[in-house]
């Protein structure tokens, strides 16, 4: 008797001891995907298709890794989305690529994958190394489909070509509209693997986040320049972009183009990161912008506002993600018809006011400080302005990216 209670014993024992190591192992063994592109999906609001197209997007990587894969977005189809030939390359100028750096990309191993309507797909992992702050060219072939899902605002730069040339090493006709203006379809992110970052923080925002105004293809945008300054400062976050041209807090876009509400779309475009840890908002100026005055069609007061400023935070923290405020910054006399008040800028004032002596978020950052002329308050600095006296220019955004602490993040 005795000898089989210790028999059980031992066992139960080495049993327990062993346990531990298998879920070790299984977490040591799976990659972690750090976002390290982004560009929010929003319906395009044209009825316009294409066929028998290659597309090719340039997009400026955030952190390098080690292995890549992609998002891609069929969120405001209505149909099934096939694309086909879809390939990853190093970028050289223009629309040349590093051939011996293309690979295919496939999908549950297959090189053609259909999106359901709404949804989105994940790449296979595609094993390439890539560096931080480099541009990657992701090209695929469009048998035909409607351009439904896009992206608004080019930070990067986008090629066109007749046929099926997913493989060029150059795409013969550098067009860059196919009837949706400047924006690109599908493409909704890059994720590394491998990565020397640790997590992802994300800027949430509108135009003057996305990047309206500032000189494409160059990486100059305050979220790709703030990611600069973290690589410098050796701190291991990887930036994305999250904001959206013309997007409100409260309601969805004055048109399509301009997406669902801030808060709408928080849960995708932040939340549902994967390894995200931090997020920094700069919204509301087009929720004052784009109202008319009280009882008008999608007023808010400087209340309405900061109710939803917190919601925000409140969101953030719930999943353990540290969130940042920034002020919003000086419009006053916008060339855009009826977008500035003397009313719409006593909310701005309020509302920055309380983001300074605010308790719900984990940081202040002030970009209206940045770039406001400090000679004629409530205005951008002249050389800061890109000419709407509404965005700020290159040097605007790169004031911007300069105050911020980098220490929130350390």
């Known amino acids: 008797m005795f000898q089989t209670t210790r028999r059980a014993t031992l ?5 327990m001891a062993a346990l531990p190591a298998l879920p070790a192992m299984a977490k040591d063994a799976a990659p972690k995907w750090i976002p390290t592109w982004y560009a929010s999906p929003e319906p395009s609001g044209v009825d316009v298709k294409i066929a028998d197209k290659t597309l090719r997007q340039i997009v400026r990587i955030s ?23 879809i390939r990853v390359a190093k970028r ?42 480099s541009d990657l060219a992701i090209s695929l072939y469009v048998p035909e489909a409607p351009l439904a899902t896009v992206h608004d605002i080019q930070r990067g730069v986008f090629y066109v070509a007749d046929g099926r040339t997913s493989r060029a090493a150059e795409l013969p006709e550098a067009k860059t509209d196919i ?19 640790k997590a992802a923080l994300i800027t949430f925002g509108d135009s003057i986040t996305d990047g309206y105004g500032i000189t494409p293809d160059q990486g100059r945008t305050w979220p790709e320049l703030l990611s600069r300054r973290l690589h410098e400062a050796n701190i291991p976050l990887s930036v994305v972009n999250a904001g959206l041209s013309g997007n409100r807090l409260l309601h969805h876009g004055a048109w399509a183009r301009f997406g669902e509400g801030g808060l709408s779309r928080f849960d995708r475009d932040v939340l549902a990161q994967p390894n995200a840890s931090a997020v920094i908002v700069l919204i509301g100026i087009n929720d004052l912008g784009h109202a008319q005055g009280p009882g008008s069609e999608g007023y808010v007061s400087a209340d309405d506002l900061i109710d939803g400023l917190s919601q925000t935070a409140a969101r953030a923290h719930e999943r353990g993600l540290k969130i940042y405020a920034a002020t919003m910054t000086p419009f006053r006399d916008t060339v855009f018809e009826n977008y500035f008040s003397e009313d719409k800028e006593k909310s701005r004032q309020a509302i920055n006011a309380w983001i300074r002596q605010q308790t719900v978020f984990d940081g202040v950052i002030d ?19 890109v000419g709407d006296h509404l965005h700020p220019n290159d040097a605007g955004v790169a004031a911007m990216a300069a105050v911020i602490p980098l220490g929130l993040f350390k």
């Not at 970009?367 to 302005?385: C, I, Q, S």
């Open 367 to 385: 970009f209206e400080k940045a770039v406001e002329d400090p000679a004629r308050p409530g205005h951008l600095r002249t050389e800061y302005d």
């Open 92 to 133: 050289l100028t223009g629309s040349r690529i590093d051939p011996a750096s293309d690979n295919a990309v496939t999908f549950n191993g297959r090189a053609t994958v259909t999106i359901a309507p709404g949804a989105y797909v994940l790449s296979d992992p595609l094993p390439l190394k890539v560096a931080a702050d």
């Open 63 to 85: 952190a390098g890794g080690s292995s890549v894969r992609l998002r891609l977005s069929n969120a405001y189809g209505a149909a099934p989305l096939k694309l086909e030939d």
């Open 11 to 15: 066992f139960s024992l080495a049993l």
């Open 179 to 197: 009837g949706i203006g400047n924006a690109f379809p599908w493409l909704a992110e890059v994720e590394v693997s491998g990565s020397p970052a």
